[in-house]
């Protein structure tokens, strides 16, 4: 555990992608089989332990320390793991390191009433940087600015072998990867894989910046709507259809209206959406579906789903992945007329045909209506890429919704906020002149500079305090961006925000002026 | 015998010694003020009349201007006066150059105001004394079981060991200019690193100032001197507010440190960009809040700026009094 410690402390504090790189390559080198590939497997997200929660950890640290300390240090924090390792009372050093495969290869086989008293007996044994490793790897997410694609160029770059003959074989192989190690260091032939029920990894789209269309030319794109679902990869054979999210998770099991009818051959890359008569439904409708293992006949009748395709990777056994986005259209639509329609729960992503940026921006402005989240350029040339490639495919989102809030709570942050008053609760007016009603709360939007100013608004103009909420006057408006209004039962006041931020603090503008509910009420879709 | 609750008065100026008619570290100006240490945001100017070490008087001189208060009164540490029949002493609080606790003697009960201070050895300026009381005041700011500070030496030599990890890159070392800047520089020497240690101008004039007081700081010199192809695998230090500053610039890819106990928390170290945490700090940890706690064995503990609620919580489970004391004008990040 304490190289390993040491090198998630270490990718932590280095800002750098390369320096990131360097560090993560001789963390590879150095390291002996098999705890590198588990190390590997933590980085890639690979690794997770349904037996270990969160919350067990937290028992375990509040059986050792004071619990009121506990909860206070933790508020503080803001970091379970990172509290739990200060906190954690030091015992003797036994001298002797524990080692990663250890815990992973115990963790992986015990039973979930076990792995409190194996924590336990862990932490006695590390130091504080290594409890917080250990505690990172249990819960999941290690968050050291590593995404998936920096461990595995890594990993390649280690190798001296392609990034893309890494992205082939990873899902076909499972951790600790010897037989990836065993070939990238020369020792054996590339491992042998059965690719034919296996997630390829997807190609994604950066967000288009202002003024990046200045530099594009609108012959050079196609453009797609960008549709509000999930996106989803459909893999058949002849053994069956399996349906990944785009992080390669299974999903299938929760959607057995669709997966039952996918009978052919092919990769397809589509979004998962809910149908609502002719139209594709809200959001919200496709969420009541998503993580339900057996659907009831009802919640299939209630909410049907289907896949709206737009890209083909694999037509029977052919890899059409090496082909431009315009010769991949053409094979789909002709998929698509045959395979895909008969399966009965396939259609098309159509195109959206346009002339010049302008006339697209037009189009974007309807998204909304159809609800889709805004539009999708794809280079007409471009080959299917995984990962994020630069300048190939982009998204443009339709422009957020704001409405003018009132600021009514404010929260102390978490970490590195845990000073700042920095999560707010903001309101509408009944009726001009009547009371506020919450709406939503935001975390984020502002910058540090004005994070500073609504923190030494919020002290001055405290009414009364809960803990760590206070309640401030009704006199600050904040402009809140939102990319969707929806009903909701659980809210008082009847409507829900999906992704509010805060857009601009309008210190100049009177709170009486500020936004009634009714506008908001008026934004959602029917 | 007088309770302290019926004679020492928290006011929006700061903590008033009603018979003896001084505040101790006011933050606005009085008639006549007691100041613990040289930090700003206890040391402020424009009183009529302050009294402190003379080691916090020359600090104050420094960073206030010649006149701090329109009379100053130095007191050398166990040097009782009387204010107004308040007998008052200065002790030594371990904190910085200077830094004193002020110990209240009125109608037959003691009262002890902490000020900031450390329990942990520091070559600059002498230890903490523990004085048994009826109150003790004390400070909060690292009062969460999860502020442990390791031992100097071993973040010391993690500075001194990435240097050598790193030989073609400025090592530059976030400090604030009184106390730490000079304990670090101490520190480093001891640790046996006797190059020229390159301070920015903000740096400069306490450490000359601490210097007069006796204490070998070795060769020093300013940031400015050293030509741009210098800065490869030399130590600079500068006060934390500059070091993503276009300052930093000229020097070779620097490795950004920062020593102060806050680093603790590996997420603060992120926000701030660090990429060398250095654990030092000149506050007491958890530790040593509570172990000090024990050793004035006072009956009754007033807890001011910090994490008032844990230590409280602490000290109530340990059968002491205690209660958050709110005075206002001390900065939760001070220095």
Known sequence: MKAFSRLLASLLYTPARNSKLRLLKAYLAETPDPDRGYALAALTGTLVFAEAKPAAVRDVARSRADPVLFDLSYDYVGDLAETVALIWPAKEETGQDLRLSEVVETLTLAARAKVPELLEGWLDRLDADARWALIKLLTGGLRVGVSERLAKTAL?????????QVEEVWHGLDPPYRPLFDWIEGRTPPPQIDTSRLFRPLMLAQALEEGDLLSLKPRDFRAEWKWDGIRVQIVSG????????????????????????????AVVDGELLVRHGEAVAPFNDLQQRLNRRKPSAKLIGDYPAFIRVYDLLFEGEEDLRHLGFDARRARLENWVAHAGLASGVIDLSPLVPFQDWEEL??????????????LMLKRADSPYVAGRPKGLWFKWKRAADTIDAVLMYAQRGHGKRSSFYSDYTFGLWTQPGGELVPVGKAYFGFTDAELMEIDKWVRNNTVDRFGPVRQVAPALVVEIAFDSAQRSTRHKSGVALRFPRVARIRWDKPAGEADVLETLMRRIPA | MQHPETWLRPTPAGLLVEPGGFYIDPTSPVSRAVITHGHSDHARGGHAAALATPETLAIMRSRIGPEPAKSVQPLGYGEPIEIGGVRVTLVPAGHILGSAQVVLEWQGSRAVVSGDYKRRRDPTCPPFEPVNCDVFITEATFALPVFRHPDDKEEVARLLHSMRVFPDRTHLVGVYALGKCQRLIRLVREAGYDQPIYLHGALIELCELYRDFGIDLGDLRPATEAPPGMFAGVLVLAPPSSLGDRWSRRMADPVLAFASGWMRIKQRAKQRGVELPLVISDHADWDELCQTLEDVAA???????????????????????????SLLGFEEEGS
């Open chain 1, 361 to 374: 921006g037009r189009h974007r402005l309807g998204a909304g209506t159809l609800n889709a989240e805004g």
């Open chain 1, 238 to 265: 002849p053994d069956g259809a399996r349906l990944f999210s785009r992080g390669g998770e299974e999903v299938g099991p929760a959607f057995p209206d669709l997966v039952d009818r996918l009978k052919f051959s």
């Open chain 1, 156 to 164: 390649a770059e280690h190798g001296k072998v392609e990034l893309a």
């Open chain 2, 299 to 325: 009956p009754e503990v007033w807890v001011t700026h910090g994490r008032e609620d844990a230590l409280v919580h602490h000290a109530t489970s340990r059968g002491i009094r205690a209660r958050a004391l």
